[in-house]
């Protein structure tokens, strides 16, 4: 069995860069830091940094005093503000492609478009880019999610940096169809374009594919959609304890690939286990 590991495969810029922050600031106090939700969406990861001191909690009421780490998805300006009232001191992790997307959100928004944000509604890089706007955007996933809304003559169109392009391109498409005027940034992340667009071809050339991250992860769900559509035997995986070996008969040809928040080791042991698995 031949195995291609995806080069895009691992963590991104924002990612390692929010990581980075992390530890710079376990390593000066491991106490009284906080991160609001999971640092990244990886459980292995996660619960290693929450060994080393980084608490984990769901709202910002439940952070006495110290310091809160925004996290790469970012977070609305209501944050900011009541992590300053209450006298916190805050690491900013926020991705600056996710700042631009909150930026150009306020953009549109001053400039009276209907701000349209493709995009998952409860994902957390979403809910900042309402906020940011005073939650006055629509956001939709899919065409069909415009089904009996009010479209404006004037529209602006952002995406969620992690969006698959192909979804994105058909939505402005029909979008073309109702207003007068449209005004689109592109915001999806090179990182994660060209990761897709690597997942995308390998898919097509394997009898199996497998995508290692965390099952909480947009970005990982959205890797394994786009290779199942390609390849029928598409896997998602958190860790290599995951794997089944019985998923690999009579396959020829294999391809890796992994969210932007899979640390390298973990892709590793899946790509060991499954060269175990080699006849
Ligand atoms: S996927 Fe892109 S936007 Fe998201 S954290 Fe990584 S580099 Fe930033």
Redesign the pocket.
Known sequence: MEIVLAKTAG?????R??LDLVNEALALDKKDIYSLGPLIHNPGVVDNLSREGLVEVDDLSKIPCGRIVIR??GVGPQIYQQAVLKGLKIIDAT????KNVHQLAVLLHEQCYQIIIVGEREHA?VKGVLDSVNNDAMVINQIHDLDGKFISPKIGIISQ??QDIANFQTIVAHLLEYAKEIRVFNTI????SKRQQEAAELSKKVDLMIVVGGKNSA?TTRLWEICRDNCSRSYQVENSDELMSEWFKNVKKAGITAG??TPDEQIQKVLKKIMKYRG
């Open positions: 963590f991104c810029f924002g990612v860069r929010a790469s998805h991705c600056p492609f996710v890089e940096t992690t992340c090179l990182a994660t970005n932007a928040s």
